[in-house]
């Protein structure tokens, strides 16, 4: 089955500063790649999200990238607030199936 | 627009005592369903999905059973708890074949 690696498995920045995460999968079948943020206490949420036909998506402050080839896809976070802080979960994923990261615990420091 | 709702919140049962857990969504026809367990400081780990009424698939083998008695409830259950069933319970609706999964709140599980 799907194997999903995340690393780091905690993230300090200083308020304003980027961020990223990095994840790997295994299977070359998944083809959709969601990254997901939760917050204490609460159910994960989708924050932005990425098809196999595309190499990068952005969205404000947000952006995907994605290497076919290598298998590896990365979170990117700029401009860094504190609100940000959460857990964030990369997935992987082939029809019904969703395989998820461990998480990324994210702190931005004020 | 699409809801998912879990209940209760938090549940606290002693060893050896049964669990009933409900999600229902809202909005939506013939949905994906997912029950997913996060223990403290993890990742998600799937437990059980369903793509019909009263089709189940299992990808853990544990204590716990999932069914599915109406297109848009899923409910996980146990006969007997066991200490290591604690955890954070999340219940999950997808589109068939879309992929993205759209997560409720969750329910706080404590088994003494």
């Known amino acids: 089955g799907e194997n999903v690696e995340q690393h780091p498995s905690t993230l300090s920045v200083q308020e304003g500063d980027s961020a990223v995460i990095k994840c790997t999968y295994s299977?070359?079948?998944?083809?959709?790649f969601p990254w997901y943020k939760q917050e204490l206490g609460k159910g994960p949420q989708l924050i932005i999200d990425i098809r196999s036909n595309v190499g990068e998506k952005k969205d404000q402050r947000i952006a995907v990238t994605l290497n076919k080839t290598a298998k590896h896809f990365s979170l990117h976070i700029t401009e860094t607030q504190p609100e940000d802080s959460a857990v964030y979960f990369c997935a992987a994923s082939k029809s019904q199936k969703v395989t998820f990261g461990i998480g990324t615990k994210l702190q931005v420091i004020p | 627009s699409q809801t998912i709702h879990q209940w209760p919140a938090t549940l606290v049962q002693p060893v050896g005592s049964p669990l009933s857990l409900e999600c229902t969504v809202e909005g939506t026809s013939n949905p994906n369903l997912y029950w997913y367990r996060q223990a403290a400081g993890r990742g998600l780990q799937l437990l059980f999905y369903s793509v019909g009424i009263g089709q189940i698939s299992s990808e853990v083998p544990q204590n716990l059973s999932a069914s599915r008695p109406q297109d848009r409830q899923f409910i996980l259950s146990s006969k007997k708890l066991l200490l290591s069933d604690s955890g954070f319970y999340l219940c999950a609706w997808s589109l068939a074949g879309n992929g993205e999964q759209f997560f409720g709140p969750g329910t706080r599980l404590t088994v003494l």
């Open positions: 299977d070359s079948a998944s083809n959709y």
